[in-house]
């Protein structure tokens, strides 16, 4: 198999834990009173445009001019009303971001799940005991170069290997009212383990009851992040089946399907 055979050896990103995310409720209020100002300018400005041309514009244009002149604040009131039960929506649900406890997952638990994926894989690949130590370095740099790709295209920061409510993702990002795990895997077949499933299901249904508690309100999206190297047919393969499996999650989820020389070249090699 040689998804590992142009693996070069990376340094390990370090890891960037943001602080409490930016509060919005400034940026909401400067908004709505530019809103505010600008429809009060409007109406003047038509105002002193209809005292300007009353005496040239007949019965009907009166008539039509007058009823602009009170449906117009009216409908932009409900606009100003619809933003600000929006975005109040959003400043209640980042008001319980205190609430939650990040936790760091141990080294321990870390090297533990590390060791199963690296197992699960070394089956498949039926590879010599003495190259688990490569297959694991492989998987490590692959991991955190799906984890730079992802961050480099969202540029939001997010937190590296973190336990929610008991679940372990590689990556979480909070964005106002949703929030993110990632779960990132190496795949090296045209399917996905039906254990790998079952344990990224149970993951986020356990997110979901923890942010449930301490985030009401929140919206949670599950981002698996699949690396691997496969020709075409195998990709499409992969993709078909991947949508199948996950489509009865708990949560909403998206798939990105990453190739592991793609990111070598990217980010790893001159």
Not at 243 to 270: C, H, I, M, N
Request: proline content about 3%.
């Amino acid at each position: 198999m040689d998804i590992f055979s142009r693996y070069t050896n990376c340094g390990h990103m370090s890891q960037k834990i943001p602080g409490k995310p930016l509060k919005t409720s400034d940026a909401t209020k400067n908004q709505l009173t530019i809103i505010v100002g600008l429809i009060i300018i409007v109406v003047a400005a038509l105002a002193i445009a209809f005292g300007l041309a009353a005496a040239s514009l007949t019965t009907l244009q009166k008539w039509a001019f007058i009823a602009g002149l009170i449906v117009f604040p009216f409908f932009s009131i409900a606009i100003i009303t619809w933003l600000i039960l929006r975005h109040s929506r959003k400043l209640v649900v980042s008001s319980g971001d205190d609430l939650i406890e990040w936790e760091t997952i141990t080294p321990e638990k870390q090297k533990r799940r590390l060791n199963v994926e690296v197992r699960e894989l070394s089956k498949i690949l039926q590879i010599d005991p003495d190259q688990l130590s490569d297959l694991r370095s492989a998987y490590v740099v692959a991991e955190d170069l799906a984890l730079r790709k992802i961050q480099n295209e969202t540029n939001i920061p997010m937190m590296r290997k973190i336990d929610v409510g008991g679940a372990d993702f590689d990556a979480v990002w909070v964005d106002k009212d949703l929030v993110t795990c990632v779960d990132v895997t190496f795949v090296v077949t045209p399917n996905v383990d039906q254990a790998r499933v079952n344990r990224v299901m149970r993951k986020a249904a356990t997110a979901k009851a923890a942010f449930e508690k301490s985030r009401q309100g929140t919206k949670i999206r599950l981002l698996l992040v699949i690396v691997t190297q496969l020709d075409a047919g195998q990709d499409a393969e992969l993709r078909a089946n991947v949508k199948k499996t996950f489509s009865p999650t708990p949560v909403d989820v998206d798939v990105r399907f990453l190739d592991f020389l793609g990111l070598q070249k990217t980010y790893a090699e001159d």
